[in-house]
């Protein structure tokens, strides 16, 4: 069962970045992904924002899929920076596993 955590972006902007906050959901960034797969980067910057800790620990490896080439930031409407919230949750998700 997954676990959510309103404080989570919180934790995150520890990791760079809170942007997520808000996002409203509209796809635009999962629709101009180059890696057209399976609603990324939306689904991950769902997560963040709703504290889906552990949804994001076992999705984890997608993050690496992400190439940095700022397309979802850039036509984000919100200003919600998902391309730069995907790196805070990867800086996460490697001081989660060094914790283990
Ligand atoms: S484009 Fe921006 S507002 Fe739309 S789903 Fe992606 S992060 Fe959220
Ligand atoms: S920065 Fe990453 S998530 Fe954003 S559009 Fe490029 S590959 Fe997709």
Partial sequence: MAVVNPEFLQT???SGQDAGAECF??????AIC???DGHFPRKMIRYAQIGAEQ???ENALELWKCLHCGLCTRT???GANPGEVI???KRHVVAAWRER
């Avoid at 959901?25 to 999962?30: D, F, I, K, R």
């Fill in 87 to 89: 790196l805070a949750l």
């Fill in 55 to 57: 949804r994001i620990l």
């Fill in 76 to 78: 984000c409407p919100r």
């Fill in 34 to 36: 180059p890696l057209v």
């Fill in 25 to 30: 959901n509209c796809g635009t960034c999962a």
């Fill in 12 to 14: 995150l902007a520890l």
